[in-house]
């Protein structure tokens, strides 16, 4: 029983040994990497880091509240805008589908109506 202890022993020090090497080797190699591209970055002098990043983002001038934005275009379109055919058909084709020359021209008239609202 011993000698059967002792192969097992020895296979897994063969096998073992070198794939937990391996790992601490990658590892390390991998934090050196990572080490010298982060001194390389920091080096170029450009802002990379989050901090640095968001110090740098230009701010709003003032929060725009999304309801406010739809509220306004819906007081400005006519209530018949939304419920009629031509824009219904012209929104559920697929975007690749060609309209017909007398569908677009109603489009264009139905969309040109509530241009000053889109603006």
Do not use: C
Not at 24 to 35: D, P, T, V
Not at 66 to 93: K, P
């Amino acid at each position: 029983m011993r000698r059967w202890m002792k192969r097992i022993f020895i296979a897994l020090v063969v096998v073992g040994l070198p794939a937990t090497v391996f790992w601490f080797y990658a590892a390390w190699q991998g934090n050196r990497e990572l080490r010298e591209a982060i001194a390389e970055l920091d080096a170029l002098g450009e802002p990379w880091r989050w901090e640095d990043l968001e110090a740098e983002r230009s701010k709003s001038p003032k929060p725009v509240d999304i309801r406010d934005l739809i509220l306004r275009v819906n007081n400005q379109v006519s209530s018949s805008f939304s419920s009629r055919a031509t824009i219904e058909r012209a929104l559920d084709r697929p975007s690749y589908a060609m309209m017909l020359p007398d569908e677009f021209e109603a489009f264009n008239e139905d969309m040109r109506a509530a241009a000053a609202a889109l603006r």
